[in-house]
């Protein structure tokens, strides 16, 4: 058989959704399954709506475009991806990158990198070059896993501490912004972001139908517009206006009028950034999902995975949105609840956009301490100290590699931290390293953790 017919008929799988995923919506009754993944899909959109708005937030976007774009990325994930229970939406790990686009370009310019690194990842599941993303270690995985922790926690500063001053994108410079205005902070701004990331972390102790962050959300509406209206507390609707509800939006890709090499150099490293976070978290999500869900059937597939990933990042900026990849949280959240099939995704689809066009009006009144103490949350599940201490049981060479790598994500930004660990590991991986430490191991207790 010719490689050309072989990539015809690995282009014709791809681009058919009813690939066997489904499998198991026949196995026993076929509407306890329909059920199943649509109360899942009910509930992944409760607890998505605010991670998304944080998300979008946080990376210098409005916070429809994180609604929007959670959606649109959920759909075509559901019915393009690899993996039978893979949630996708906005996540931690895209923010320093979309953060550092954002400070210098616009939302047009956001669409077009992302539409480069779609391409990209469309061809390298169409190559099958699913299995080689696979192989980055563990301790590169962990240690950037850390870093993007700090950044966001470092991020939301200027919300916790109810400042209307605009932070610095540097680590520096967030710093030297807590210690100046640590002393002057809104007592109440504080303590209300502490509030949300406590009700966050209990409602996830007391059950996966319990969406945490939403009645997060809806503690900061009524106090803010109840027994705290008076205490300063700054509402998304200061900072961004009223949230729009038509979600038909069109953005199309946009150059900048100067176009030197700077911004050449920008395309390429942007689009690289967003192809190797999409391509790692997607991979890392799936592998993840067959395990909690203990997956007896057809496991999910690395290469039509990255295919997927490619029409998410290319259709999602399209419709208003921006990068999105698999989230490991609200997998994990959707597998919980016994979702069996990508319909889950689909019906959170519907469910997000419904939810948020009648919830929008009181969405928009909801204090920003109360989404930095979301993502406060975020970041502190991020961390795992059993994925740490399986890193220092592999070698020195694996601990220093995690070291480096989560020291420089904050302190020089994703591209150079990852690219740099990855080359270091390359080359001298053969010297240094006395047996294969490039499985991903995977914490299934990794409920907690939105990347």
């Given amino acids: 058989m010719r490689p050309d017919q072989t990539i015809l008929r690995r282009l014709k799988f791809f681009l058919n959704p009813n690939d066997g995923r489904y499998e198991d919506l026949n196995k026993g009754s076929l509407t306890k399954n329909i059920f199943k993944d649509l109360t899942a899909g009910l509930i992944v959109a409760a607890v998505a709506i605010p991670l998304a708005m944080g998300f979008a937030m946080a990376s210098g976007l409005r916070p429809e475009q994180g609604i929007v774009g959670g959606a649109i990325a959920g759909l075509f994930g559901a019915l393009f991806g690899g993996s039978k229970y893979q949630v996708y939406g906005p996540t ?174 920008d395309i390429f490293y942007y689009a690289v950034a967003i192809y190797i976070v999409a391509a790692i978290e997607s991979l890392l999500c799936s592998r993840m999902a067959d395990r909690m869900a203990n997956n007896k059937g057809i496991p999910f597939n690395p290469n039509k995975e990255l295919w997927g990933q490619g029409m998410v990042n290319i259709f999602t900026p399209l419709f208003n949105g921006f990068p999105h990849t698999g989230a490991l949280a609200r997998t994990a959240v959707n597998i919980r609840l016994g979702a069996v099939s990508p319909l889950a995704g689909i019906a959170k689809f519907v469910f997000k956009l419904s939810m948020a066009a009648f919830l929008a009006i009181y969405l928009e009144q909801v204090p920003m301490a109360c989404i930095g103490g979301i993502l406060l949350y975020v970041a502190t599940g991020m961390v795992k100290v059993k994925e740490i201490k399986e890193v220092m049981g592999m070698n020195k060479y694996h601990i220093a590699l995690m070291s480096y790598t989560a020291v420089m994500v904050p302190a020089t930004g994703f591209m150079t931290a990852v690219v740099s660990a990855i080359v270091i590991y390359a080359v001298s991986y053969r010297f240094i390293n006395k047996k294969p430490a490039v499985q991903l191991v995977m914490d299934d207790s990794r409920e907690e953790q939105v990347a």
């Fill in 92 to 265: 931690a790990a895209f923010i320093p990158v979309i953060a550092g686009l954002m400070a210098t370009y616009s939302h047009g310019f956001l669409v077009l990198v992302s539409i480069i690194a779609g391409i990209m990842l469309m061809f390298s599941g169409l190559f099958k070059f699913g299995k080689i993303v696979e192989k980055v270690p563990h301790s590169i995985v962990v240690g950037f896993t850390i870093g993007i922790a700090i950044v966001i926690a470092m991020s939301q500063i200027g919300e916790i501490l109810g400042s209307k001053q605009k932070v610095g994108y540097s680590i520096v410079a967030q710093a030297q912004f807590l210690v100046t205005e640590i002393g002057i902070a809104n007592i109440y701004a504080v303590l209300l972001a502490l509030i949300t990331f406590i009700i966050c972390k209990a409602a996830l102790k007391i059950s996966s139908f319990v969406p945490g962050p939403l009645i997060a959300l809806a503690f900061g509406y009524i106090a803010a517009t109840t027994f705290w209206s008076g205490a300063g507390l700054i509402k998304i609707s200061d900072k961004f206006g009223s949230i729009p509800t038509d979600f038909t939006k069109i953005t199309g890709p946009l150059l900048p009028e100067a176009f030197t090499g700077k911004v050449i150099f």
